[in-house]
T-cell receptor, first 110, second 113 residues
Framework: NAGVTQTPKFRILKIGQSMTLQCTQDMNHNYMYWYRQDPGMGLKLIYYSVGAGITDKGEVPNGYNVSRSTTEDFPLRLELAAPSQTSVYFCASSSGLAGIFGPGTRLTVT | DAKTTQPNSMESNEEEPVHLPCNHSTISGTDYIHWYRQLPSQGPEYVIH???SNVNNRMASLAIAEDRKSSTLILHRATLRDAAVYYCILSDLLNTNAGKSTFGDGTTLTVKP
């Protein structure tokens, strides 16, 4: 039981590049989330999903896209990376009551 | 969406109890109250949740006001490892935003030896 895994752990992108942050959970949770956390700040919800095939915007969705084709996977796509997207990205899954967070992906856009 | 309000920071002495407050005056009847904490350089970890009744687990206790407009996370004996940012969040699983969980800025707890 690995919980929530995220890849990569670190990444440096150039402005305008694209990438996909991977998130996988093995707990058969219906709910999955993507958050970003800027230095010294709290977490901001980017997108969330209540089940396979269903996604919805959170507080800060601009510049990101998600998909949920399976219960296990919830990738986050960054198109045309900008310096403002430099942040730590956390994926989480939940049964609805107790959430489990992944270790995070530290992304730098220069 | 119902919002929560927490003090920016609190201090405690080691081995003393800590009461971390959270106000959620616009809470709906179906909102669950969740607490998470984030240790330095780590992702958040689940602490406890409740709906109406007080709750206890191995990490903490959650006291919920009778009108549900506020709650308190209680750490019975603070240790240095409890120094973290504590987040109180609401999540309504029964409406169209089911599962949407937004974090506020949390309370930074400092534990002094």
């Amino acid at each position: 039981n690995a919980g929530v895994t995220q890849t990569p752990k670190f990444r440096i992108l150039k402005i305008g590049q694209s990438m996909t942050l991977q998130c996988t959970q093995d707990m058969n949770h219906n709910y999955m989330y993507w958050y970003r956390q800027d230095p010294g700040m709290g977490l901001k919800l980017i997108y969330y999903s209540v089940g396979a095939g269903i996604t919805d915007k959170g507080e800060v969705p601009n510049g990101y896209n998600v998909s949920r084709s399976t219960t296990e996977d919830f990738p986050l796509r960054l198109e045309l990376a900008a310096p403002s997207q430099t942040s730590v990205y956390f994926c989480a899954s939940s049964s609805g009551l107790a959430g489990i967070f992944g270790p995070g992906t530290r992304l730098t856009v220069t | 969406d119902a919002k929560t309000t927490q003090p920016n920071s609190m201090e405690s002495n080691e081995e003393e109890p800590v009461h971390l407050p959270c106000n959620h005056s616009t809470i709906s009847g179906t909102d669950y109250i969740h607490w998470y904490r984030q240790l330095p350089s780590q992702g958040p970890e689940y602490v406890i949740h409740g709906l109406t009744s007080n709750v206890n687990n191995r990490m903490a206790s959650l006291a919920i006001a009778e009108d549900r407009k506020s709650s308190t996370l209680i750490l019975h004996r603070a240790t240095l490892r409890d120094a973290a940012v504590y987040y109180c969040i609401l999540s309504d699983l029964l409406n169209t935003n089911a599962g949407k969980s937004t974090f506020g800025d949390g309370t930074t707890l400092t534990v002094k030896p």
